[in-house]
């Protein structure tokens, strides 16, 4: 479903919303959304609002001019201006600082941006791709986003289901990443037990598919024959959950 959404909206320019937990594929999806645009061979920057000094982060997202500012020896080219023609994903959307979403909201109505210490207008055109792994309404309610900022980057909603919800996707995703690892250690032989794959799908995956991928390429590294027998999952004793029938 989710993919068949992608495939469906990918050419438009419509802001797209991605939901889920951390590890459970934003990334992958927001990637497949781009590459399948038309903006594909144009650039795709990646954001974590999260990782971004508070005090920075309006030079980071919008650039800044010569001496607009301590520190600013340089013009710089912010990360909507890098990319221009492109896409723009900001992850983690909910942790930017409240006071500068009213600046976003108004890129995204006006297509045009400014950057720090100039009165020039830059043109915006990219395709926004937002992401978070909070409810946005609960962001909301504690005054973390913006009501009408949510409404505007969330065009098209894409909510991703936590690996505990689509346990029969496990095997896939193992098996995929048992030959990535197998490659790219030399273990190319190597294979799941029943063992492996009983354990695999009675653990909670806490950390999503993130997690699991962890535990796979640990596993090929870890195992002495081609025969991948048992899973070193960190915190599996606490962590066991078995599906409903």
Sequence with gaps: NIYEII????????????????GTGKEV???AIHYKSHRSKQPFVKVNCSALPKDLIESQLFGHVKGSFTGAHADKVGFIGQANTGS??????GEMPIELQPKLLRVLQEKVYYRVGSDKPQDADF???????????????????????????NTIEIKIPPLRERMEDIPMLAEHFLQIYGEKYGRKDASFAQAAYDQMLHYNWRGNVRELQNVVERAVLLSKSGKIERMDIPGAASGVYVPEE
Aim: proline content about 2%; overall charge negative.
């Design 7 to 22: 495939e469906n909206v990918a050419e438009s320019d419509a802001n797209i919303l991605i939901l889920g937990e951390s």
């Design 88 to 93: 723009l994903m900001l992850d983690e959307i």
């Design 29 to 31: 999806i927001a990637n």
């Design 127 to 153: 395709r926004l791709i937002s992401a978070t792994n909070r409810d946005p309404f609960e962001a909301i309610k504690d005054g973390n986003l913006r009501e009408d900022l949510y409404y505007r980057i």
